[in-house]
């Protein structure tokens, strides 16, 4: 859809119109290309440290959005229609934002849903991204190697089902022919990718609301670490308000920047923002996917049974790598162990497959793991963990390498989509390398760590020894006696 657009200076006229209140700021064009932020229009004093507070009626969340739709018909019918994913904050913002961007769509040829204040809101938010979902197919070729190659792929698939899942379920609504019609309709996936970048790089957790956009304050930009000078909070009166943070006193024309997460990582950052924070000395965080070996017995029966994400997040904490994924502890365990797998009938003829360690029952992979903490041989797993851990990592550097060096023979001339895409993607591969480089050493030492231990080596000799009649057999030929 072709979305009518509002300059920038008319949002103060609006703001009045609906009540939200600003305090020597304002939300103003910004210099360098930037796009929209909140500056200071004064020297801040701190007698009222509030600099904006938005009415609780603007905030958009899931019980706000469902109030509205109390007195509009075609939002509730179209709510209903979808089933669970209205029931969550960011189904009902998306169909929120799309009821609204009809409204002021030139391509629409007829109204749906109620007017809001929200209807000239979205005049004002922008129509270009830089995330991601909205790259060349050869620009997200920059990606390869990075942990959100395959998070982006992912993303855009679950992207065509949530907008194959939007028709399907709305396209015998009256109110929604504006939409599906073979003659009008007017809705795209562009347009249901634009409500997703809406949401993803404006929503906020605000307290006592959950995840919501708040107009105004969605302006905000991010500042990470003593750049950050304001944050947002929810007052007594369930307004949602921007405050400025103790100590800090911008000067007029500065601009008021609040963190999107400290605690994320490059990765993140980029897929939910289109940026990397130029103050980043390592990617932070990252997801790296994991297989169980196909020549376990138990890989079928394993990945029935959990329901856990495959794969372990890399992170630093205190300049000290570590890693998290209950997955992996499926590749450190086997019958022999302990854990057994078995089939069971149930009373209406269906099937379960119930899990157990060492003849106790356990219920999902955190369980197992907890098992394992308590056994005389977590050391031993521990360090099957960790040399799977640090296989897959060096795995993940090999292939990062191997682009890079492609990438290094490639001339000016073969620039490869627009420059500044090509920056993003490249810092974040480097950002992502040196974590992952960080990871391996830590993770090394520890392996040398747990080598040591009296159980691993009481384990390691024990082991020997049985394998030592095998070597007794050896005719020289290759009987495999693994």
């Known amino acids: 859809m072709n979305r009518d657009q509002w300059a920038i200076e008319a949002l103060p006229s609006w703001s009045a119109l609906n009540n939200v209140r600003l305090n020597g700021v304002a939300v103003s064009v910004l210099k360098a290309d930037r796009g929209c932020g909140i500056v200071a229009t004064?020297?801040?004093?701190?007698?009222?440290?509030?600099?904006?507070?938005?009415?609780?009626?603007?905030?958009?969340?899931?019980?706000?959005?469902?109030?509205?739709?109390?007195?509009?018909?075609?939002?509730?019918?179209?709510?209903?229609?979808?089933g669970d994913f209205g029931q969550n904050a960011r189904g009902a913002i998306l169909i929120f934002l799309l009821v609204q961007i009809t409204a002021t769509s030139s391509d629409a040829t007829r109204r749906i849903g109620n007017a809001h204040p929200w209807t000239d809101y979205v005049r004002f938010l922008p129509t270009s991204f830089s995330m991601p979902t909205f790259w060349t197919d050869e620009e997200c070729q920059l990606l390869r190697g990075t942990s959100l190659e395959p998070a982006l792929r992912i993303k855009l698939k679950a992207l065509d089902r949530e907008f194959a899942h939007l028709r399907a379920s709305t396209e015998s609504l009256d109110c929604c022919k504006v939409w599906w019609d073979p003659d009008?309709?007017?809705?795209?996936?562009?347009?249901?990718?634009?409500?997703?970048?809406?949401?993803?790089?404006?929503?906020?957790?605000?307290?006592?609301?959950?995840?919501?956009?708040?107009?105004?304050?969605?302006?905000?930009?991010?500042?990470?670490?003593?750049?950050?000078?304001?944050?947002?909070?929810?007052?007594?009166?369930?307004?949602?308000?921007?405050?400025?943070?103790?100590?800090?006193?911008?000067?007029?024309?500065?601009?008021?920047?609040?963190?999107?997460?400290?605690?994320?990582?490059?990765?993140?950052?980029?897929?939910s923002y289109g940026f990397v924070d130029p103050n980043l000395e390592n990617a932070r965080s990252l997801f790296l996917s994991i297989e169980i070996p196909d020549d376990d017995p138990l890989k079928l029966a394993k990945m029935e049974a959990f329901d856990a994400a495959p794969g372990f997040r890399v992170y630093t904490s205190y300049d000290e790598a570590s890693w998290y994924g209950p997955f992996v502890w499926l590749l450190c365990v086997n019958e022999e162990d302990g854990l057994e797998f078995r089939v069971l009938q149930c009373n209406?003829?269906?099937?379960?497959?119930?899990?157990?360690?060492?003849?106790?029952?356990?219920?999902?992979?955190?369980?197992?793991?907890?098992?394992?903490?308590?056994?005389?041989?977590?050391?031993?797993?521990r360090l099957r963990a960790y040399v799977a851990i640090v296989q897959r990592i060096k795995a993940q550097l090999a292939e990062h390498e191997a682009i890079n060096e492609k990438r290094e023979e490639t001339t000016t001339t073969e620039q490869i989509g627009r420059p500044w895409i090509s920056n993003i993607a490249l810092a974040l591969s480097r950002l992502e390398a040196k974590l992952l480089h960080q990871a391996v050493t830590q993770f090394e030492d520890t392996i040398v760590h747990l080598l040591n231990t009296a159980e691993v080596r009481r384990y390691l000799n024990a082991e020997e020894i049985v394998d030592e009649p095998v070597q007794a057999f050896d005719n020289g030929e290759d009987d495999d006696f693994s």
């Not at 801040?44 to 904006?52: A, I, R």
């Not at 609780?56 to 739709?69: D, K, Q």
């Not at 157990?356 to 903490?373: F, M, P, R």
């Open 42 to 82: 004064k020297d801040t004093v701190t007698e009222d440290p509030v600099l904006m507070t938005v009415p609780r009626e603007l905030v958009l969340s899931v019980g706000t959005i469902w109030e509205f739709a109390k007195s509009d018909h075609h939002l509730s019918s179209i709510l209903h229609a979808v």
């Open 184 to 271: 009008i309709g007017c809705l795209t996936i562009q347009d249901y990718l634009q409500v997703d970048a809406l949401y993803r790089s404006r929503a906020m957790d605000l307290p006592g609301t959950g995840l919501a956009l708040v107009p105004c304050i969605d302006m905000a930009n991010h500042g990470s670490g003593d750049a950050t000078n304001a944050w947002y909070e929810t007052d007594v009166h369930g307004n949602a308000i921007l405050v400025l943070v103790t100590g800090k006193t911008p000067k007029a024309g500065e601009e008021l920047l609040i963190t999107y997460g400290d605690e994320k990582g490059a990765c993140e950052m980029v897929f």
């Open 348 to 381: 209406d003829g269906a099937k379960e497959l119930q899990v157990s360690w060492k003849g106790a029952i356990i219920d999902g992979v955190l369980a197992l793991e907890k098992c394992l903490e308590r056994s005389d041989m977590w050391d031993i797993f």
